[in-house]
């Protein structure tokens, strides 16, 4: 399984010495629901099989490693994480983990769009400060463009 991997890595749920701590980004439901969460160097909800939030986990964190930009339509990935070339490759194909993925994100981010654009203003200026992002390539986009 593509994200079985996370769980060893851990990279993501991280915060390099150096860094402010980050304040993950949260949707208005989401603020609701758990106030806050900030990594100061280690995120307080990773455990040894990885997030202990299970179906609670952020959208932000659902969402790495790619990373959205409101203003262009476009995704990008962090290049550090270790899952993207296969990832890519995944996306080559409908079926994959990866295809899921990509399409539940890509529809969350479409109704996050209508109703918390503030959300995704927020969450690519965090994105763009802590990860080193690069263009995603897809052979065709959610609604069957070439990006």
Do not use: W
């Not at 851990?10 to 980004?25: F, N, Q």
């Not at 939030?53 to 262009?72: R, V």
């Amino acid at each position: 399984m593509l994200f079985d991997h996370c769980a060893e890595c851990r990279g993501c749920c991280h915060v390099d010495a150096g860094y402010p701590p980050l304040e993950i980004t949260l949707t208005a439901a989401e603020k609701k629901k758990h106030g806050s969460l900030c990594i100061e160097s280690r995120c307080q909800n990773l455990g040894d099989a990885g997030c202990r939030l299970g179906d609670d986990k952020p959208f932000s964190c659902q969402l790495y490693p790619l990373s959205f930009n409101p203003k262009t339509g476009g995704f990008l990935f962090d290049v550090d994480c270790p899952l993207m070339p296969e990832y890519q490759r995944q996306l080559q194909h409908e079926a994959s983990e990866a295809s899921a993925h990509f399409g539940l994100m890509a529809a969350e981010l479409k109704r996050l769009a209508r109703v918390d654009p503030s959300f995704l203003r927020k969450n690519f200026k965090v994105d763009e400060y802590y990860f080193d992002l690069q263009p995603l390539q897809l052979a065709a986009g959610p609604e069957g463009k070439s990006t």
